[in-house]
């Protein structure tokens, strides 16, 4: 395994030439990041974890009561023995042929077996309480984060004039403030990492995993070879969008529906100006252009271009379903967000069964539309996520 290591991380691939892992020991002068730092994110990662439980239980449900938000989910199927062990032991989306099948089974119509299955799936959604809950803990988290990166930043020389993220690297000391930022970060994207497969669950959720693995690489990497001052503006750069998206999905949830579309608006605005306009201008140039240029290139560099350019386009990808969330809305009065976590029907749900003779009224399942991570308006101009 120490071979390995050493194999991996060898000197003349990660550092400048010239340099070498004992320069950046820390000494009683200077503190230069050191690898075994990162070991405290997985302990503070756990840390997060339960402390966003008691905030969710002991602070967000509270005020989801108190502000009326629905507690229930999506309206229950009838109970229904033959349906449901289909639904569980076969497909949730059965073919027109097995549609068939059940309707001559059971003397239901087509159209009623579709609306069950539909309702059934609804019904393993999450409830808007759940969501308000998630979001409310995203939207402290990310606030709290933010603030802290804007006041250690704007007293930073590299805030205003990204060429200073590399005076006198890698012999860039690192202060108590930044490493603090940048291992707190680390282990709420390890939070995250692990959490999503408890979370609600998303269309995106495979795009929102990557983006996670990239994050949480480029933050180790950038902190062992202490590219932290970049690293640093990066995170700042996207923690901003964060919090008015998930200020806006929280309006949603309250139906403050005028406060809603104008927050997603605003979203939608700093999204694309932070992530397809400073992120390129700012991180992407200063890392390809103005890094050569000052210390010369090294074969890292390659790595962290490739991992930079993954998240402009995964940033690319959301800027469109963003805009076209935002046209439908603008033309139509009512948007949809293709990454739905709850599934939407113009039909009404049925609340009894219809045979082929004798149909029974039907009633809505008091389910919107909803749609996934990050993203966007659901069926009434709203935003919900990621």
């Known amino acids: 395994m120490a071979g390995i290591l050493a194999w991996f991380w060898n000197e003349r691939f990660w550092l400048p030439h010239n340099v070498t892992w004992a320069d950046l020991k820390s000494t009683e002068e200077a503190t230069f990041p050191q690898a075994e730092d990162l070991y405290l994110a997985f302990p503070l990662a756990f840390c997060i974890f339960m402390i966003r439980l008691v905030f969710e239980r002991f602070i967000a449900k509270p005020c989801a009561l108190g502000l009326k938000v629905q507690a229930n989910g999506p309206q229950k199927a009838q109970p229904n023995a033959i349906l449901e062990k289909v639904f569980t032991a076969i497909t949730k989306h059965p073919d027109e042929k097995r549609l068939e099948g059940l309707s001559k089974q059971l003397d239901w119509d087509v159209r009623s077996i579709q609306r069950w299955f539909r309702q059934r799936r609804n019904q393993e959604k999450p409830s808007t309480l759940r969501k308000f809950c998630e979001s ?228 809505t399942n008091g389910t919107s539309g909803e749609n996934g991570t990050n993203g966007y308006l659901t069926g009434g101009n709203s935003v919900e996520e990621h």
């Open 136 to 363: 409310t803990w995203r939207l402290t988290f990310y606030l709290y984060i933010f603030t802290y990166g804007v006041r250690l930043l704007k007293q930073s020389p590299w805030l205003w004039n990204t060429r200073h993220c590399w005076t006198g690297y890698p012999l860039q000391p690192l202060t108590p403030e930044l490493h603090y930022y940048y291992i707190v970060e680390l282990s709420f994207y390890w939070s995250l990492m692990f959490s999503q497969f408890t979370d609600i669950k998303r269309k995106d959720f495979a795009i929102m995993f990557s983006h996670h693995i990239v994050t949480v690489i480029l933050l180790t990497l950038s902190y062992t070879i202490n590219f932290v001052r970049v690293g640093a503006l990066t995170l700042c750069l996207h923690d901003s969008v964060d919090i008015v998206l998930e200020a806006a999905k929280l309006t949603n949830y309250c139906k403050c529906q005028r406060v809603c579309d104008t927050l997603f608006f605003t979203f939608a605005l700093i999204f694309i100006i932070t992530r397809l306009g400073i992120y390129p201008l700012w991180i992407l140039n200063t890392v390809f252009f103005e890094l050569p240029e000052i210390i010369g290139n090294f074969p890292a560099l390659s790595i962290f271009a490739i991992l930079l350019l993954s998240l402009q386009v995964i940033h690319c990808f959301w800027s469109y379903l963003i805009v076209k969330a935002a046209y439908r809305a603008i033309s139509k009065g009512k948007a949809r967000d293709d990454r739905s976590d709850v599934e939407s029907s113009s039909d009404e749900e049925i609340s009894a069964p219809h045979s082929k003779v004798s149909h029974s009224s039907a009633t």
